[in-house]
């Protein structure tokens, strides 16, 4: 794996009066990837990149961040950020909050000026950067959080629900953005709940849920692993090889076969069972989860353990 733009070795966060919202987490961000967090609310996104930003103090915590250990100070210098729910004064214009943006960061005066005219147009925003946040909507104002976010040229941004209020043509936009982030050679760390959105964009995903992490890897790995090959046949499957299909793991739906299969050639028996009951096969297509099914999978899964140890 490449080198490591985040390495959590060990991750806690205990609550006063006993809640724990990570329970020892570990996970490695890979440098000029777009990593996505991904989970239910409440399941501890939030509190995970506020505990690496120092935003809040962690319980425990032993890890790093752009190679420094996790909570130096300068190096947060070389760190943006867009907060789920940014809110700016509202007296204040979308040039002045990239500015004060800008200027908490150290950002010298001539650059910061030329940075801001920059990413204000770049998030769609020059014909309103002179007019009051007040009379932004929703989605705008998260397109200036996304200014003020790169206004210091970092090398790893955190994204919390960054196309939340924006719409579709805002998306697309962004997501944009990020890819163009990521041709940059930055790290770019989405927190969002538009499985859909982090999809099209993401390298890499972890799932959490109650503080532990229950699924991670690659995007071609999670989605590799669950490969399925999906045949259909002119007219439904006999009963008796219906039943010995499905004694192997492959389910059968009237003229629907999905096989688990890692590739085309492991399907080859299948197809062969099927020619020799005199089944007529109209198509074969590879089918592979998408991101929304590998994450309620995961969900279902997470919760038949959490039962099962509450039996």
């Not at 300068?74 to 700016?88: M, Q, S």
């Not at 200027?103 to 005066?109: E, F, S, T």
């Not at 389910?251 to 890692?262: E, F, I, R």
Request: hydrophobic share 40%; glycine share 12%.
């Amino acid at each position: 794996m490449a080198e490591a733009a985040v390495e959590i070795e060990y991750l806690r966060k205990r609550y006063k009066g006993g809640f724990e919202a990570l329970k020892g987490v570990s996970l490695t961000v890979p440098k000029g990837s777009v990593f996505g967090l991904l989970g239910p609310n409440g399941a501890g996104k939030s509190t995970m990149v506020k505990s690496l930003l120092t935003i809040i103090r962690p319980t425990e915590c032993r890890g790093s961040l752009l190679g420094k250990k996790i909570g130096d100070r300068k190096t947060l210098g070389r760190v943006g950020y867009l907060p789920e729910h940014a809110k700016f004064p509202e007296y204040l214009t979308g040039r002045q909050v990239v500015l004060y943006s800008a200027g908490l960061a150290g950002v010298p005066g001539k650059a910061a000026r030329e940075r801001t005219s920059q990413l204000l147009d770049l998030v769609g925003l020059k014909a309103w950067q002179d007019k009051p946040v007040g009379t932004y909507s929703k989605g705008m104002k998260q397109r200036a959080g996304l200014a003020q976010a790169l206004v210091n040229e970092p090398e790893i941004v955190f994204l919390d629900e960054p196309t939340d209020g924006v719409d579709p043509e805002g998306r697309i936009e962004i997501r944009k953005i990020i890819e163009r982030m990521r041709a940059e050679g930055r790290t770019v760390f989405v927190n969002s709940h538009l499985l859909a959105e982090v999809e099209q964009v993401a390298d890499f995903v972890v799932i959490l849920v109650g503080g532990k992490i229950i699924r991670s890897g690659s995007m071609k790995e999670l989605t590799q692993a669950e490969k399925t090959f999906e045949i259909r046949s002119l007219g439904p499957i006999p009963l008796d090889l219906r039943e010995s299909l499905e004694k192997s793991g492959i389910k059968v739906a009237g003229d629907q076969v999905l096989v688990p299969a890692a590739n085309a050639g492991d399907v080859q028996p299948v197809i062969d069972a099927l020619r020799t009951a005199g089944v007529v096969i109209r198509e074969m297509k590879e089918a592979r989860l998408s991101l929304e099914e590998l994450y309620l999978s995961s969900m279902d899964s997470a919760r038949g353990e959490m039962n099962g140890g509450a039996a």
